[in-house]
């Protein structure tokens, strides 16, 4: 009885002290390290599965494998199984900043054949872009969101220990927006830390990224998301995943498995042979 009863209170003091770590974890600092993490690592490799929801089209899904190098040239190979088979290079001034498919046709970045699976172009690849929009959203909204962003505790993701960050805005809703000179979708989601997809939602009149005027009102997302879930690995503090929701649910989940960080690999990988 008395060895059962030590058990349960070495347990329990077991618990608390986690508990007590996971609270330590100051969740402002932990984005930091994010921040700091996406320029450190320049070099990624990792298998992709995503879902996002697509306008007219429901939940995509896909899975890729993911070879990316940033720098001063973004360097893209991409090898895709889901939804269809492909092979995609991009390497950024390149050939009129296209993509280069299996097939020797090169794509412009948005051309809808590569848009229509998916809600990022291939120049987005990494963890650049979530970056950008997780701290310019914090730096926009600092005192908003430093009281909304809560370390849940950890997690294992394929087999990585994770901090578990949930972010909530509880004001989440629509505004309007009078688009600008030059404004096209993705320069007022950029602006606004918002996405692109979701404004394309909200304005049934818009079928594409460019299909707005100078001088329109539109409606626009008060900001990228509800609630975000992230699960920042411990070791390098990328966010391997990621679980974006919103008013009408799943608006994208992203896993990133088998991440491989600044191993070397052949640049020729970023050449179609």
Known sequence: ????????????????????????????????????????????????????RMKG???????????IEE?????????????????????????????????????????K????????????????????????TYRARKDELASAIQVKGSVTFDGRDCYHIVIVDSDYGTTKYTVQAGDNLLKIAEKKAVPEMRIMELNDGISNYFDVKEGEVITIPTSYASKTTIYLDK????PIYQKVEDDLG???????????????FPDRIFYRK
């Open 250 to 264: 799943l608006f994208a989940e992203y896993k990133h498995y088998n991440l491989k960080v600044n191993e070397a």
């Open 1 to 52: 009885m008395k060895l059962t009863r030590l058990i349960l209170s070495t347990v329990a003091f077991i618990f608390v002290c986690s508990i007590g770590n996971v609270q330590a974890q100051d969740p402002v600092e932990l984005l930091k390290k994010f921040d700091q993490a996406v320029t450190k690592y320049t070099k990624l490799q990792y298998t992709f599965n995503y879902k996002e």
């Open 71 to 111: 720098g001063a040239q973004k360097k893209v190979h991409a090898v895709v199984r889901k939804p269809e088979e492909a092979k995609l290079w991009y390497r950024e001034g390149e050939m009129g900043n296209k993509v280069m498919t299996h097939l020797g046709i090169a794509l412009g970045m948005y051309n």
């Open 57 to 67: 089209e429901g939940i995509i899904e896909g899975d890729l494998d993911l070879y």
């Open 235 to 238: 070791a390098t503090y990328l």
């Open 113 to 136: 054949r590569l848009m229509k699976n998916g809600q990022h172009p291939l120049d987005r690849a990494g963890f650049m872009r979530t970056r950008d929009i997780t701290m310019d």
